[in-house]
């Protein structure tokens, strides 16, 4: 039998916060979007905004409303991102098997080092000791033989907590849960179990896999596995994970996009940060998607295929530019931009002395992001920027803090991912 852990940071980006300023942790503290913009919700909250009231993904003066000395601080995604991985690499003492789920959670497979650390749960205890004595923070960490069960464990108790589920409990702790505690139980296939009387986790698995079958098809069956504890799905090695697919950003700015002019300066500060990712890790990619919603919620999927793999963001960017006049001619404005990086594929490391004109000019401008690069690496996000960003304070300001980096595919929540490659492939809604 295996022994599987899934250690979940509790309130991430509200505890690494807290973790860098104490003080915080004594006032009802939340993370939140910018306040003077559109899309300013609750990111993640402490326990005392917790217990005030405060919930992820209400309006920041909503949440205002019920606690009145909330503090909102913006948020800060390269700092969690460090924690994250800080805590990853705690993970990765105790097994090579670490699979990440989402950014802040992990399944980790113990099963060869039981010897070395005992058994799991006391390795889940050293776990938990180590993430509040080193990080300042707290897990939870769920201890079974698969990994469903091993989810629910950390899910189940909260936070700084080890539940364990063994074949011998987990008819008394899971199976009187509501179907939804079960991993990929969404709301659509809550009310169709509903509707057929199928209440709790115990209520699939006393169903029989016959009846999940017929009733269900393909996800019946994947459920009645999940509930009964004979799912065998391995923990993927952590350096084997999927390669990245591709990478990308998108943001709603303060206001909409009425114009060429608008969501050019949008894209020119979503494409450099696309450039500056790519070139971290080596990559260049061979096409642009641009993805855009308009005000009234339409979405719209555009690619291109280059030439040759690219890596700058002045040709990213001319990319999405050349999609956005062939597909949107602003019948209404935009809402929403995002552009990625498609078909990647490694980087040329040298530069290739060119004798074409065109290319020389973008080695030119590859050297000058790279110069970017290394400048705001040192001097902050903000030293350097495009002339054109500071051209309007509004649109300008995605600059700043409301770019959403699209996660890596192997990083992703499994859910996004399948979302993910759903809007993939529909190419052109
Ligand atoms: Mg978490």
């Known amino acids: 039998m295996r022994t599987i ?21 004594k006032v009802p503290l939340a993370v939140g979007g910018e306040k003077e913009l559109r899309h300013g919700i609750i990111l993640a909250k402490n326990e005392l905004a917790k217990q005030a009231g405060v919930r992820t993904g209400e309006a920041i003066w ?47 497979d113990v099963t060869g080092s039981l010897h070395l650390f005992g058994d799991g749960e006391t390795i889940a205890h050293l776990i938990r000791n180590r993430i509040r004595t080193e990080l300042d923070m707290t897990v ?22 080890v539940t364990v589920i063994t074949p011998e409990n987990y008819r008394d702790i899971v199976w009187p849960c509501p ?69 990308g950003n998108s943001t709603t700015p303060p206001r909409d996009m009425k114009n060429m002019q608008d969501a050019r300066l949008v894209l020119y500060s979503l494409a450099d940060s696309v450039a500056k990712r790519l070139r971290t890790y080596n990559l260049a990619c061979t096409g642009v998607q641009i993805h855009l919603r308009d005000t009234e919620l339409h979405t719209l999927e555009r690619q291109k295929q280059f030439s040759h793999p690219v890596s700058t963001a002045y040709e990213i960017c001319n990319a999405g530019l050349a999609l956005l006049q062939t597909h949107w001619d602003f019948h209404l404005p935009l809402r929403s931009i995002g552009i990625r990086g498609i078909n990647l594929v490694p980087a040329e490391k040298e530069f290739q002395v060119s004798l074409f004109k065109e290319e020389k000019q973008i080695q030119n401008k590859e050297i000058l992001e790279i110069t970017a690069d290394g400048i705001r690496e040192k001097y902050g996000k903000e030293s350097i920027c495009r002339a054109v960003i500071l051209s309007d304070s509004i649109l300008g300001q995605v600059n700043k803090a409301s770019v959403t980096p699209i996660p890596f595919a192997a990083a992703m929540h499994r859910e996004q991912h399948e979302e993910f490659k759903k809007t993939m492939q529909k190419g052109d809604l």
């Open 179 to 247: 179907v939804c505690d079960l991993l990929f139980v969404g709301r659509a296939t809550e009310r169709t179990l509903r509707n057929r009387g199928i209440f709790t986790i115990g209520d699939i698995a006393q169903s029989g896999l016959q009846y999940m079958r017929n009733a269900l098809g393909k996800n019946g069956e994947a459920l009645y596995i999940a509930a009964s504890g004979e799912d065998r799905s391995t923990v993927k090695k952590y350096y084997e994970a999927e390669p990245i697919k591709s990478v």
């Open 62 to 108: 909503q949440a205002q409303k019920k606690c009145p000395n909330l503090v909102v601080v913006p948020p800060h995604y390269e700092l969690y991102k460090d924690y994250c991985e800080r805590a990853r690499n705690i993970y990765l003492q105790y097994s090579d098997m670490v699979e990440s789920f989402g950014p802040d959670e992990c399944w980790i």
């Open 5 to 25: 852990l899934h250690a979940d940071l509790n309130s991430c980006y509200a505890s690494v916060e807290c973790a860098i300023n104490p003080e915080y942790r």
């Open 140 to 161: 939870s960490v769920g201890v079974s033989w698969n990994k469903i069960f091993a989810k629910f464990g950390s899910d189940y108790k909260k936070p700084d907590a």
